[in-house]
């Protein structure tokens, strides 16, 4: 059995910020990482938690990552943002686009995001959970390396294509879902080739094309899309959005242009954010939400079911007080990138 | 083998708009249902030609559908717009909010477009094909009758709630893909049962909630999403932006509601349409749809692909100079229709 670190929440945040300044990160850019990483630590979605450091580490020490990047909002039309992250990391810059992005969305009804030149490491539920806590419908895309073949296709070409959307409750977090466009995520074939694991089927083909259970194999071949056809097609729509419409990479671009570090990789992220208020004659949003809740009772009334983003929120209600654990290995890493400085 | 007539699209068009007069539809009314039943059969659809026209007239005879009803545009925000189709059917209330969607779109960067109070009983891509033709991205959602289980659970609720997206291409028609939420469409089911086939695997359970191929057990049970839970996300995102987002009724609303004619479900439709040209500094949206060509590019290099449209478009190619067939009974349907008055 694995040995365990039992850390508190407060503890996860300081762990992260001082491994990364320690690695020279700005201290803004520090914190807001840590922000990220806890929160994900917090919701027990630990494959963006701590598990993360590391790889943000080796893109700062290989010099990929402008680890003091200033990112610039701009204003590109009336209902849609920009900012420039500057070859910095993801969520500093997420974080300058975030109030201007909500508050055109009140006052236009809709607007966009457009977030380049970043360096993406981060889960996607974040950002629209942050906007739809402020009462706002909110989508989000990124691509990534190419990893996922296309519909009929056998080598990889898309990334694995998160898209998020979160809707807006009266009292109670929002309904959030972040999948990624691919059968599985990247992690979890790394996580079986470490253990020694088959892979289910329809995850991966291999370099020649065929079908195939062992992670190894599907590492070197081309990952699938979530339910075929239709799961490619929305990989596909996800690298057209975060990829060419905002003037970033495809993910088949950033391989190219990739030093393989391990860390993420460089491109951007849309997102789209709606007041409900403001789709409705009369304006009464808090009637848009109370009829979403007859969703939400009929979904709930049946056995077996849960709304996307329920497990995330019970494990919210546990590890403030509880704390969390990580892997030895993982804290002692940590610890060791904590020590050096860079 | 069924017997079957040839019909120019100009014999579709004036069969399916005398049908329609016939049955006391109003003239624009009548042509603008044409003409989605026309491109249809123009393109191979033919689930969405004139196959469809029964189920049209269906909802005429028996008082659902307002046949002469007046669509009121009206702007609920600097980028939302509203058609109130006022209880008629859906092509004319989209043919009145398509230009001031474009127009908004170029002039706010995104804007939106709430269709309600309308009979949706035509596919998603002409509509946002329409606006790619015109250089914009565009998506549109809407909702049904319930007929698809949530994650989990046994019972149908959501609608097969398909999604469009349309990507604009230079010289070239538009990138589009059109998908239900749903492993598959209701007609394939309902046409293996008129056939006696099984259905595939993963398309559906029975009343009891166990999974069933046959069509019949199908069709008293629910439908599945594709690609499991993940699919199941987009069916709930569909049902909340077409129906609670912009006040319109949802699936189950719309089944509790129904009269059973037969005809299409009363509900709303929602489109998002962005101008490429306002989401990157310089304003220059060709170099958008350039980049964007290095990866239809690359998709199309791989042996076994195409572009999600491609099939339509060949047959649109085809059928202006062979025209199409459709079966004896059904042309003889429509005959009849259009000799009774109503």
Not at 79 to 102: I, T
Not at 170 to 185: I, R, T
Not at 196 to 223: C, F, K, M
Not at 267 to 272: Q, Y
């Amino acid at each position: 059995m694995t040995e365990r670190v039992s850390l508190s929440l407060t503890e996860v945040h300081d762990l992260a910020s001082a491994v990364l300044r320690a690695n020279g990160v700005a201290e803004d850019h520090s914190q807001t990482i840590a922000d990220t990483v806890t929160a994900a630590e917090r919701d027990g979605a630990v494959s963006h938690g701590l598990f993360r450091i590391p790889g943000y580490i080796k893109s700062v020490r290989s010099g990929k990552v402008v680890t003091d990047a200033v990112p610039v909002l701009s204003e590109l039309a009336p209902s849609v943002l920009r900012v420039d992250a500057a070859h910095g990391f993801a969520p500093l810059a997420l974080k300058v686009g975030r109030e201007p992005l909500a508050r055109h969305a009140r006052e236009q009804g809709i607007a966009a995001l457009a977030v380049m030149n970043c360096y993406h490491f981060a889960a996607l539920w974040p950002e629209v959970e942050a906007l739809a806590e402020q009462g706002l419908v909110a989508f989000a895309f990124t691509n990534s390396f190419s990893y996922v073949a296309p519909a009929g296709g056998t080598k990889p070409l898309y990334g694995t294509n998160p898209m998020a959307f979160a809707w807006p409750r009266v009292g109670k977090p929002p309904v959030v879902f972040d999948q990624a466009s691919s059968a599985s995520a990247r992690g979890e074939i790394m996580l079986a080739q470490r253990d020694g694991h088959d892979i289910p089927e329809g995850w991966a083909i291999d370099r020649h094309g065929n079908p195939t259970t062992d992670p190894t194999e599907a590492l070197a071949g081309a990952q699938l899309p979530f339910g075929g056809y239709k799961g490619a097609a929305i990989a596909l729509m996800v690298e057209l959005l975060a990829g060419a419409l905002i003037g970033d990479v495809l993910s088949f671009e950033a391989s190219e242009r990739d030093n393989r570090d391990g860390g993420p990789p460089v491109g951007g992220e849309f997102m789209i954010a709606i007041d409900p208020a403001r789709c409705v004659a009369g304006g009464d949003g808090g009637a848009v939400l109370a009829h979403a809740e007859r969703l939400f009772e009929r979904v709930l009334q049946q056995e077996g079911t849960r709304l996307p983003s329920d497990r995330r929120y019970r494990n919210r209600l546990r590890t403030p007080g509880e704390g969390i654990t990580i892997p030895r290995a993982l804290y002692d890493t940590l610890e060791g990138l904590r020590a050096l400085d860079r």
